[in-house]
């Protein structure tokens, strides 16, 4: 071995030694390489974005109290000053006093001390949000004109709230919110009607003024959740009748749930045969369809619901998802308050026989689905079909007797009850899907094949019958929702507003 390759290798060596040394120091000692923020460091009460405190603002808090839901999420969340979670009486006053003092806040705070009250420090003024997580819209908790002369009327009694600490300080909160949500888009929505939406409304809208005890409030802000839902994303205008008709169809399956005559079948003392002709009778007065179950053949490939779809399309929409609209749809339902609400409304086991507790979460998870899917509703269907398969192991890990008494077995954040897998929300969402792709028509014939399959399966049992009636409302519910949702409907029909 010659000097000079002895040479060399050291240096190579060396070199190989100063890499290594010059990436741990890289790694480790310099921060800004190890953690990656992600997050964004916003200006509150900056409402314009302008990076200053000017009467801009003030001119957008006035825009926001003329009309609060107007507000863009990012400006209700800058509107937030004293980051509580509503948009109330001191966020005003505190922007107002930076405002006055010509966006000082050295100075406003001078002001402020010297009149006695506490305000914040300028670092306060700025806060970081994280980019990752889902953060709510806060609550509105300003006065509203609108408030005298609303259908909803409890609204005026109603204080606008300046605390979420109690429980039930929290559902005040959110009541008061969600009822200037609704009244804001009921006057919107209300001239243009049709006269069967509008009897649905007003009978929707009696029953929340009709829940006023004060142990009702959950059950109140879940029924004003619906109606604003209706509200501002539902209109049968411009659709196919038979879509307005499977609403008539599935109140009628929720009466004969609670008949006379499913009480003699239960007991024993009616024949099943009997309760399908009830069914294929609404069938025929309801939709003009003739059915004979006793006859009914089942549909092919029962086995897997997206058979019934062209598969390619099928596919196309459901792998154009991607990894982050997974993330963002799953952290909504994990996160959102309204939607953590609705899916807490659940029943005892075999409690909730019309069921009434699924229908609420669905819709709003369509709508977020829809959102992050810039409103393709084929592309919609195929992420909530996609999410509602995603196994969530921890809830396996948790013994059975220990979960709370009501969830949907498999998928904790599903809505249903004690007795509910995630079966009904995928049935709610494809059958819904089938209308989309096929026809209303087609959807109904093959949920009602599909059911009355599982129902001869099990022998015409009790069980399986109560079942089939449940199942069915579910993808009515669903086959309905996924027609006729527009989340774009209050923008269409906005026009200048006067709350007066
Ligand atoms: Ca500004
Ligand atoms: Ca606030
Ligand atoms: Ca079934």
Redesign the pocket.
Known sequence: MTIHTKTWKRALVALGVGAALGFAYWKLAIPVHRVQTGSELIMLG?????????A??LAALDASIESPQSATDSVAQRLDINQNGLVDAEDVSILRALVASGGDPYTAEERQRAAGIPFPRPRELYSYVSLAEYRPRPLWALPYAGATDSVLTWLPALQPSTSTGAYVQALDAALYAEGVRFDQAWRIRQPQLLPIEREYAGRKIARVNSLSHPADRFERLLALTELVEDAETLTVRGQPEFALKLLVFRDHLREILSSPEYAAFTAGKQDWRAILRLASGYLQSDLGLAYNFETLGPARNLTDLANYLDRAEWQYYKSSTRDEDFRALVAYAQHDPRYLRAVAKTSRSLQDRGVENHNLPMVLLLREALRIRNGDKKKAVGLLDEAIRIPYAWVKSIPREKLPGSLALENFLLPGNKEDGSDKSRHWNVFGGICLYKSPQEALDLALRRELQDLREARYAEPAMREFFRDMIANLNGMYHVMSVNPQLLAANARPQDHR
Request: hydrophobic share 20%; charged share 45%.
């Open positions: 900056d409402l314009d974005g302008d990076h200053r405190w000017t801009q603002d």
